[in-house]
């Protein structure tokens, strides 16, 4: 997973996630924030907080943790995220 800052004129990718650990879509950014939903440590789906300037494993939040069922998909809207549940 690979980040580039695009305000930033001439910014290079900086690497958030140099080796494969699962599945990561973007969802969004919130409070300088990437929000990711990722099959990384979570076979079933969960929602991570990932900061670009400490993209460390051990520096993840979770969101949205894994569930039972298993997470199909998350949409962002109006300053909420809805998460979509397979049973």
């Known amino acids: 997973v690979e980040y580039r800052d695009l305000k930033a004129p001439g910014a290079k990718p900086v690497v958030l996630v140099p080796e494969f650990l699962g599945?990561?879509?973007p969802i969004g950014a919130k409070d300088g924030a990437l929000l990711f939903w990722t099959t990384a440590d979570a076979p079933r789906g969960r929602v991570i907080a990932?900061?670009?300037e400490k993209p460390a494993?051990?520096?993840w939040k979770t969101v949205i943790a894994?569930?039972?069922e298993p997470l199909d998909g998350v949409w962002w809207g109006a300053g909420h995220l809805i998460g979509h549940y397979m049973e």
Do not use: G, I
């Open 23 to 25: 599945d990561f879509n």
């Open 66 to 68: 894994e569930a039972k």
């Open 57 to 59: 494993q051990a520096e």
């Open 50 to 52: 990932m900061r670009p």
